[in-house]
């Protein structure tokens, strides 16, 4: 079955911890996106990655890395996790950046 | 700028259509979305438009696109109250070629049976 996945899918932590959200997708795309989801802001872009080893900020980029080493996995790295990064995040990836965006179930990250 | 922006809610009687609307200020948007968000669940693309387009129908889906006016409209026909969830607009750029997509802040869709 064609998917994203994302573990954890729930995540409580303390401030300062580092953490890491895994994304991996099994339909061979090339773009990869992560995005976090915050009550009356819709979703907003963290970073993406065009193919491997090619990645880039969105919109809200501060306090988060990523890496894209292999074509199916895009991890989302929290160095120094803060109560701000509080948020439900996505993966979502597509063939090519335009085409349609296939998301993950979500992983909700609270940081204490 | 970039904005997208919806009302954030909506509820209607089981059979009846629903409306949500949404508001876009790119002009060079290339493709608009609409993605259905259940509860506990990721994003699920419902339909898309091209921006050339005005109009597109997908079995009870109905999607309308006035680009004069910068608007994107979903109708739901015969609602029920499994359609019941938050519904996003979003629009993408052609021409960034970032594939970012912008996302209103979502409507909820409430079916009372």
Same mark, same amino acid.
């Given at each position: 079955e ?16 580092k953490?890491?959200?895994t994304?991996? *997708? +099994?339909? +061979?795309?090339?773009?990869? &996106?992560?995005?976090? *989801? ?10 993406? &990655? ?16 990523? &890496?894209?080493k ?23 990836? &597509? ?18 | 700028?970039?904005? %997208? ?7 209607v ?6 409306? /949500? ?18 509860? $506990? ?15 597109? #129908?997908?079995?009870?889906?109905? %999607? ?21 969830? /938050? ?16 996302? $209103? #802040? $979502? ?7």
């Open positions: 064609a998917q994203v996945t994302q573990n954890p899918r729930y995540l409580i932590t303390v401030t300062g911890k953490l890491t959200v994304c991996s *997708q +099994n339909m +061979n795309h090339e773009y990869m &996106s992560w995005y976090r *989801q915050d009550p009356g802001l819709g979703l907003r872009q963290i970073y993406y &990655s065009m193919n491997v080893e090619v990645t880039d900020k969105g919109d809200v980029p501060e306090g988060y890395k990523v &890496s894209r292999e074509k199916r996995n895009f991890p989302l790295i929290l160095e120094s996790p803060s109560p701000n990064q509080t948020s439900l995040y996505f993966c979502a990836s &597509s063939l090519y950046p335009l085409y349609e965006q296939y998301f993950g179930p979500g992983t909700r990250l609270t940081v204490t | 700028g970039e904005d %997208v922006e919806q009302s954030l809610f909506l509820s009687r089981e059979g009846d259509s629903s409306v /949500i609307n949404c508001t876009y200020t790119d002009s060079s948007s290339t493709y608009l979305y609409w993605y259905k968000q259940e509860p $506990g669940a990721g994003l699920q693309l419902l339909t898309y438009i091209f921006s050339n387009m005005d109009m597109k #129908q997908d079995q009870r889906l109905t %999607v309308l696109l006035n680009k004069k006016d910068k608007h994107l409209s979903l109708r739901i026909a015969d609602t029920q109250t499994g359609d019941s969830a /938050i519904y996003f607009c979003a629009e993408s750029h052609g021409s960034s070629n970032t594939g970012k997509l912008i996302f $209103g #802040q $979502g409507t909820t869709l409430q079916v009372k049976p």
